[in-house]
């Protein structure tokens, strides 16, 4: 069984620049989370989606938006970019969202120059 | 808001050596509280998900246990390959779909 796959696995961009990230889930979850990992603030929620709709959004400026497909895949995009943008974004996707187990994919790695 | 504490930060064990790590929470209404082991420059493996007080689980070396404000991973006769940090998550609401993240506790395994 295909686990949840992010492309891709390393981005160098300036500041100012957009960014689109990819997720893929594992085939039959429909739910799939952003978390942001930084050395100071660990992992940080970004946003939930389910069924293409946006269940829950956490702390963050608007300038990071995303949107889930009808085949439940997943992009997330920051528009702007900041120095603080360089994290490792990590995707997650579970059956129903809550309740179940959430797996993780390996995240990509931004880095904002 | 949630709040999720793990102590140690840090935790350096010999080959064999016994321990627990410790996970405190303070949420409105917990609906699960889930065990992750992340690897250097790696997502999180999930490990374990617990729901009730009382309730435990294993996996080889580890237990993880659960009551009305914590949650213990135990790690019995450690291994180099069980080097890792551990996060500890919560899930709370019912109709709140994030997992609220402890910062971790970074456990070396010396042979």
């Known amino acids: 069984k295909a686990g949840v796959t992010q492309t891709p696995r390393y981005l160098i961009k300036t500041r100012g620049q957009q960014v689109t990230l990819s997720c893929s889930p594992i085939s039959g979850h429909r739910s799939v989370s952003w978390y942001q990992q930084t050395p100071g603030q660990g992992l940080q929620f970004l946003f939930e989606?389910?069924?293409?709709?946006?269940?829950n959004k956490g702390n963050f400026p608007g300038r990071f938006s995303g949107r889930q497909f009808s085949n439940s895949r997943s992009e997330m995009n920051v528009s702007t970019l900041e120095l603080g943008d360089s994290a490792l974004y990590l995707c997650?996707?579970?059956?129903?969202?809550?309740?179940?187990?959430?797996?993780f994919g390996q995240g990509t790695r931004l880095t904002v120059v | 808001e949630d709040q999720v504490t793990q102590s140690p930060e840090a935790l350096r064990l010999q080959e064999g050596e016994s321990s627990s790590l410790n996970c405190s929470y303070t949420?409105?209404?917990?609906?699960?509280l889930f065990w992750y082991r992340q690897d250097p420059g790696k997502g999180p493996e999930f490990l374990f998900t617990?729901?009730?007080a009382g309730e435990e689980k294993e996996k080889e070396r580890l237990k993880a246990t659960l009551t009305k404000k914590e949650s213990f991973l135990h790690i019995t006769a450690p291994k180099p390959e069980d080097s890792a940090t551990y996060l500890c998550?919560?899930?709370?609401?019912?109709?709140?779909?994030?997992?609220?993240f402890g910062a971790g506790t970074t456990v070396t395994v010396r042979a």
């Open positions: 989606y389910f069924s293409e709709t946006q269940r």
């Open positions: 617990l729901y009730s």
């Open positions: 998550a919560v899930q709370a609401h019912p109709n709140d779909y994030k997992l609220s």
């Open positions: 997650a996707s579970s059956l129903l969202g809550s309740n179940t187990e959430a797996f």
């Open positions: 949420v409105s209404g917990l609906r699960g």
